[in-house]
Each structure stands twice: as C-alpha cells, then as structure tokens.
C-alpha cells in the first residue's frame, strides 16, 4: 500500500533527528491509535524500533507500553510492540524507566501460548536488568 512506501521511504531517506522525522508523529500516532487496523499497527511500530530517534521515544513509549499490555491486540502486535521498548530501552535508558516497565511485563511473562512475546519480553527485562538491577530484586 501507499502507507508501507511512505514508511519505507521515511526511513531510507530522511535523517531521524530532521525536522520530517518529527512531523511524521501525527500519522504515527494515528496509526498506534485504537481504530487503526492492526497492519497499520505494525507498520508504525516497525518504523519507530527501527528509524525512530529519541524524540519518537520520549513521545510514544507510553503507548507502546499500553499496546504491549492490550489483550485485544493480536499476538504479533503486542510482540512487537515489546520488540520496539527494547529498541526505546537501548536507544534512550534514561527515558524508559525500569521500574514502569517492570510491573507492566511481569504478567506477560506467564503466557506460555505465545513464545514470541515471551522471549521478547525476557531480552526486555535482562537488558533493563542489566542497566539497572535495583528494581529487579523484587523478582528474586
């Protein structure tokens, strides 16, 4: 479609820190937005693990750890949404914080159904543990 040549081409040909880079925060948050089908879903997270500097991080981590949490979202959905905190959580530490995405993700850890989402969560959770192992002792 359209959208995945926009999204390609945004990420080829424009700098992350630029002044398009930040313009395109309106169609992502349209597209992360609850009536967005979920390939548009998809497309936007791609874009933000991937192209996404640290101003996209510091404006949509929150919803991204909102869509990783929705139980109405396909599978593939929320693991990529964890996919793209990890990305967030290597790209910008001070802006991800531990402590918030810990008592998020525990739950998601149980769900043995989905593997995917699992081993997204787990790379999440020692990468942050790494960095920072305080919060962490409560899992002990």
């Known amino acids: 479609s359209e959208k995945q040549i926009g999204y390609l081409a945004m990420g ?15 169609t992502l948050r349209t597209d992360l937005g609850r009536d967005s089908s ?3 879903k998809r497309l ?7 192209c996404g500097g640290r ?21 593939l959905l929320r693991t990529k949404a964890m996919l793209c905190l990890r990305t967030f ?6 802006l991800v914080p531990s402590e918030e995405i810990l008592s998020h993700t525990l739950p998601l850890i149980n769900n043995t159904y989905h593997i995917g989402r ?14 920072d192992p305080a ?6």
Request: charged content about 20%.
């Open 12 to 26: 080829l040909l424009v700098n992350t820190d630029s002044e398009a880079a930040r313009l395109i925060s309106h």
């Open 38 to 40: 979920p390939v548009m």
């Open 44 to 50: 936007a997270l791609n874009y933000l693990a991937n």
């Open 55 to 75: 101003e996209l991080c510091s404006t949509f981590h929150r919803e991204i750890l909102t869509l990783s949490e929705d139980g109405d979202a396909e599978p």
């Open 89 to 94: 959580s290597r790209m910008a530490p001070d």
């Open 118 to 131: 699992t081993l997204a969560t787990l790379g999440l959770l020692k990468q942050l543990a790494l960095r």
């Open 135 to 140: 919060p962490f002792a409560v899992c002990l």
